[in-house]
């Protein structure tokens, strides 16, 4: 039974999280400090985060880099701040989906299951699938979910991940942001397309932290991205 940790101080809305959550099989638990539900995630097993932005203690969007920094699971906001550029730095930070309040119980569940088992399959290794891979100044371990780039380690949240596997496990082919959004995220009706956009920025600012080269991910205008496979120093 999957463990739900929500971060909040708003009484009303956690009764309704739990109320619903609970229905639904989901074990949930509640801390209305951020300092004491991040304590309880590095310490517990936490399959899954809904977190406020505004908390008593510390703000959510730092809350969430923490937890970023120290576990692989999907991180949720729920927050009465629904303002483009909140919803941006909230996916920028680590988050895996914004949810303004007020909401509609039964979209939350929804998203909750969605995100779940997005994770579940990042997690699983399909039979026959290759562990690894690699091209010029990349190399991508699928087991241990790691990323090499120039031979220097980067870190990626789950969904960054998955997003450069799935590009990268088919090089040349355009992919158009809804179908991106389909297959990392799992979802074709619920959040925001603009969610692809964010990530591919991400990826591609972390993969030149390292990289001289101009990049791996191609826009093609109109159409979407696409994994562009890179060239050895020297040849044509």
Not at 104 to 129: I, M
Request: with cysteine.
């Amino acid at each position: 039974m999957n463990q739900i940790l929500i971060i909040d101080d708003d009484t009303d809305i956690i009764e309704v999280e739990r109320d619903y959550l609970e229905i639904n099989s989901y074990t949930v638990q509640v801390e209305s400090l951020g300092r004491q539900g991040l304590k309880r995630i590095l310490e517990d097993q936490v399959d899954l985060v809904l977190l406020a932005v505004d908390l008593p203690d510390t703000d959510g969007f730092e809350i969430c880099k923490q937890i970023r920094k120290n576990k692989l699971i999907p991180v949720l906001f729920v927050s009465e701040r629904g303002d483009e550029i909140d919803v941006v730095r909230g996916l920028g930070v680590g988050a895996d989906d914004y949810i303004k309040k007020p909401f509609n119980p039964n979209e939350l569940v929804a998203r909750v299951k969605a995100n779940l088992a997005c994770y579940d399959r990042l997690l699983k290794r399909e039979k026959g699938s290759e562990d690894f891979i690699d091209y010029p100044g990349l190399h991508i371990d699928k087991n241990a979910r790691r990323v090499y780039v120039d031979g220097k380690e980067i870190l990626f949240t789950t969904k960054e991940f998955d997003l450069l596997c799935f590009l990268a496990s088919h090089p040349n082919h355009v992919y158009s942001k809804d179908e991106l959004f389909s297959t990392v995220w799992g979802m074709t009706s619920l959040g925001d397309i603009a969610t692809v956009t964010v990530h591919i920025k991400k990826v591609r600012r972390k993969m030149g932290q390292t990289s001289s080269r101009s990049g791996y991910i191609e826009t093609v205008w109109g159409s979407g991205y696409r994994f562009r496979v890179l060239q050895k120093d020297g040849e044509d």
